[in-house]
């Protein structure tokens, strides 16, 4: 670990031991996840708690994902159930659906740590996050008083990813896997159908483009406002773009679960990463 990693691993370390206990807002990604084994270094295990929203933006294979995640880790694991559906701006998705969601979330993360006497909830939001443009998510955090304890040590995602693997944590190399309302385009209203309907979409995606060897390491299925997007690496967009009736049958599969209106493939570009803000 070189001197700079070793530095903000150390913030990190004392930055939980200084609270204390702490409920972790868990998600099995790879953020999340090095809170949380952070946070197993800097406590006793009693006063650590994982807390996973089971919500239908979830989908079934990153809960049984993250429960095995948690489990390797030693930590205890509360699932609670989350409501985002009732909510009418979470529905509406106008552009500021992820406010309404951690809200949502963080308010049932709260409610599982109050239960158990724990006084602080923490996130895996990390440095880059506070440089994104647009991130109303962030703002219900603050509301809510949570912690940040990637971000008050300094670490990006680069930092992360590279702690992650020196812990040698079975995700540090684990792709982005947001929430599958993330993939329905602002304006589209979410429902728990259109939900299923993505997280169907997803799977039987990957499984076809497995059968003919095409091993896919970033997939999405986004429902537009009219029609739907396939996205893949550059490397799977290229091996499926070589094979044009490959194409015409899986966009063909896709509009067999449900999915209407034109559908098209392009490459996924995961978001750009931010650079610091200028000082005036």
Known sequence: MDTDLAELTHRLLIGLRSLDDVAVAF????????????????LPGHRV???IADSPSLAR???????????GLGAKLAEVR???LAVPGYRANAGDRCYFCKHTVLTAVAEAARERHIAHVATGTHADDHRAAHRPGLRAARELGVVEPLADAGLGKREIRLLAA????????????????SRISVGVPVSLARLGLVERAEITLRARL????IQARD????LLSNGFRVELDAGAHVALEARPELTADVLA???ALGLTGPGEVSTYRPPAPMSPPSVP
């Open 61 to 71: 294979a990153e809960l049984v994902a993250a429960r095995e995640v948690a489990a």
């Open 253 to 255: 599969e896709l509009g």
């Open 219 to 222: 997939l999405r299925v986004r």
């Open 27 to 42: 998600s099995g990604g790879v953020d999340s996840t090095l809170v949380l084994a952070a946070a197993m270094r800097a």
């Open 166 to 181: 020196a812990w040698s944590l079975p995700v540090a190399d684990k792709p982005a896997m947001p929430c599958l309302a």
């Open 49 to 51: 708690l994982a807390v």
């Open 210 to 213: 497995g059968e003919v060897g």
């Open 82 to 84: 989350t409501g985002e």
